[in-house]
């Protein structure tokens, strides 16, 4: 299995932390996955069921009913691994979607079809999350992965609400319109130019 | 093996993460299955399940029958007809509808799984939920209902 | 990401002029447009084989034409 070795933050101290960076996980994964991250997500919500902050949208999902998506070669599943534990889940289409931003329209990018923070790092399931970084580090694998297709860093998305703020400021994706075929979600995308300035400022 | 590129520096991270802080980062379309459903919805799925439920039987078709011809578990169909709790996958509606020669972006509609465009949609589809109770064969009330019932969904 | 293989590709004229064309709108190279290409045609043959069919539909008049049926 195709994986490098990154950085998250260790959400205590602040401090950088090793991880792995998996580039194509395989079905059984997925599977693994939501068998630890399945029960979490229950047990947290329940502990928060009086809590101030919402419980997030997405928390219904079950990884292990996508593993069939990887069956197809536009679908890929990347995730990142921490302490022994899987962190974080992307699954990305490449051949579904096109461009819309003028500049760029009808060209291909990677599509984010699902991603997902580990239950235990979200502040809106737990009072202490143990990572940060997981988000950012998914949607730079994204943008770098675009590129290394030859898509130019380009990436579309369409984001559930509480997490429109991330895309439009952290990622610098620009936001369009809300999509009636997709929920009225709103959809964002990074436009070449826009994944340039975004792989520039990490330098 | 060539690596993706991604970057060490600390400091980018840091500054990223900070503002990323544990908040939501969720995105795709499930958002039909996560929000708080109308009334309304309750009711289509329903329907959904006495529809397919009649149809079937209406056809002269067993659930093991219907299994063999779909590729479906018997668990999913079952599940399909009586389990309220069960949300099918789209892939299962689709083949229902070929099999029970239903129309298939209706039956999307009253299992939940797309938006109806039509005013009046739901009443019709509590309607018929209403009027149609499972038993072993169907009375002339019932299929009298799923005949109006199908008709209008194939308008 | 995986290892790759190399293969030899034998195209007309034709062909060659539509990958070009296709490469130069995309903003893609040859390889990475056929790459695409393998990726699309795998993902409809898998949805026409479940029985669904492939349409596209002309918002401006409302009209639905079929493409292709298995």
């Given at each position: 299995?195709?994986?490098?070795?990154?950085?998250l933050?260790?959400?205590?101290?602040?401090?950088p932390?090793?991880?792995?960076?998996?580039?194509?996980?395989?079905?059984?994964?997925?599977?693994?996955?939501?068998?630890?991250?399945?029960?979490?997500?229950?047990?947290?919500?329940?502990?928060?069921?009086?809590?101030?902050?919402?419980?997030?949208?997405?928390?219904?999902?079950?990884?292990?009913?996508?593993?069939?998506?990887?069956?197809?070669?536009?679908?890929r599943?990347?995730?990142?691994?921490?302490?022994?534990?899987?962190?974080?889940?992307?699954?990305i289409?490449?051949?579904?979607?096109?461009?819309?931003?003028?500049?760029?329209?009808g060209?291909?990018?990677?599509y984010?079809?699902?991603?997902?923070?580990?239950p235990?790092?979200?502040?809106?399931?737990?009072?202490?999350?143990?990572?940060?970084?997981?988000?950012?580090?998914?949607?730079?694998?994204?943008?770098?992965?675009?590129?290394?297709e030859?898509?130019?860093?380009?990436?579309?998305?369409?984001?559930?609400?509480?997490?429109?703020?991330?895309?439009?400021?952290?990622?610098?994706?620009?936001?369009?319109?809300?999509?009636?075929?997709k929920?009225?979600?709103?959809?964002?995308?990074?436009?070449?130019?826009?994944?340039?300035?975004?792989?520039?400022?990490?330098? | 093996?060539?690596?993706?590129?991604?970057?060490?520096n600390?400091?980018?991270?840091?500054?990223?993460?900070?503002?990323?802080?544990?908040?939501?980062?969720?995105?795709?379309?499930?958002?039909?299955?996560?929000a708080?459903?109308?009334?309304?919805?309750?009711?289509?799925?329903?329907?959904?399940?006495?529809?397919?439920?009649?149809?079937?039987?209406d056809?002269?078709?067993?659930i093991?029958?219907?299994?063999?011809?779909?590729?479906?578990?018997?668990?999913?169909?079952?599940?399909?007809?009586?389990?309220?709790?069960?949300?099918?996958?789209?892939?299962?509606?689709?083949?229902?509808?070929?099999?029970?020669?239903?129309?298939?972006?209706?039956?999307?509609?009253?299992?939940?799984?797309?938006?109806?465009?039509?005013?009046?949609?739901?009443?019709?589809?509590?309607?018929?939920?209403?009027?149609?109770?499972?038993?072993?064969?169907?009375?002339?009330?019932e299929?009298?209902?799923?005949?109006e019932?199908v008709?209008?969904?194939?308008? | 990401?995986?290892?790759?293989?190399?293969?030899?590709?034998?195209?007309?004229?034709?062909?060659?002029?539509?990958?070009?064309?296709?490469?130069?709108?995309?903003?893609?190279?040859?390889?990475?447009?056929?790459?695409?290409?393998?990726?699309?045609?795998?993902?409809?043959?898998?949805?026409?084989?479940?029985?669904?069919?492939?349409?596209?539909?002309?918002?401006?008049?409302?009209?639905?034409?079929?493409?292709?049926?298995?």
């Open positions: 299995m195709t994986k490098e070795e990154i950085t933050v260790d959400a205590m101290s602040k401090r932390v090793v991880a792995t960076l998996y580039l194509e996980l395989a079905p059984t994964a997925l599977v693994d996955t939501e068998a630890v991250w399945g029960p979490a997500r229950v047990a947290a919500a329940r502990s928060r069921a009086h809590a101030v902050l919402p419980i997030p949208e997405h928390w219904h999902w079950n990884w292990a009913t996508k593993k069939d998506h990887l069956r197809l070669l536009a679908n599943c990347l995730g990142i691994e921490c302490g022994g534990v899987m962190q974080g889940l992307m699954m289409n490449l051949a579904r979607h096109a461009a819309v931003l003028d500049s760029d329209a060209k291909p990018l990677v984010i079809d699902f991603i997902e923070n580990a235990w790092n979200l502040k809106s399931l737990v009072d202490e999350p143990r990572y940060f970084g997981i988000g950012i580090r998914l949607f730079e694998a994204a943008v770098m992965l675009s590129t290394n030859g898509f130019h860093g380009r990436v579309g998305l369409h984001s559930l609400p509480p997490s429109e703020p991330f895309y439009e400021r952290t990622c610098g994706m620009t936001k369009l319109d809300s999509d009636p075929d929920e009225d979600l709103a959809y964002f995308e990074l436009s070449r130019a826009s994944a340039a300035a975004f792989l520039k400022g990490r330098s | 093996m060539k690596s993706l590129g991604m970057t060490t600390s400091e980018w991270l840091l500054r990223k993460a900070d503002e990323e802080a544990g908040c939501n980062i969720s995105v795709g379309g499930l958002v039909s299955k996560l708080n459903r109308p009334a309304t919805s309750a009711a289509k799925r329903l329907a959904f399940r006495r529809l397919i439920s009649l149809r079937r039987r056809l002269g078709l067993s093991e029958e219907l299994s063999q011809m779909s590729g479906a578990s018997l668990l999913d169909l079952i599940r399909a007809e009586r389990d309220e709790d069960f949300e099918p996958e789209p892939r299962l509606v689709y083949q229902l509808a070929r099999i029970l020669k239903l129309p298939d972006a209706k039956m999307m509609q009253l299992a939940g799984l797309s938006a109806a465009n039509e005013q009046g949609f739901g009443d019709i589809a509590v309607r018929f939920a209403a009027r149609s109770e499972p038993v072993e064969r169907l009375t002339p009330t299929h009298e209902a799923l005949e019932f008709k209008f969904l194939a308008e | 990401m995986s290892d790759k293989r190399t293969m030899t590709l034998n195209l007309t004229d034709a062909e060659m002029a539509a990958l070009t064309d296709l490469a130069q709108r995309k903003d893609l190279t040859k390889t990475a447009v056929l790459r695409q290409a393998l990726r699309l045609y795998q993902m409809i043959d898998a949805r026409l084989s479940k029985g669904e069919k492939l349409l596209f539909e002309d918002e401006s008049t409302n009209k639905k034409a079929e493409l292709m049926v298995l």
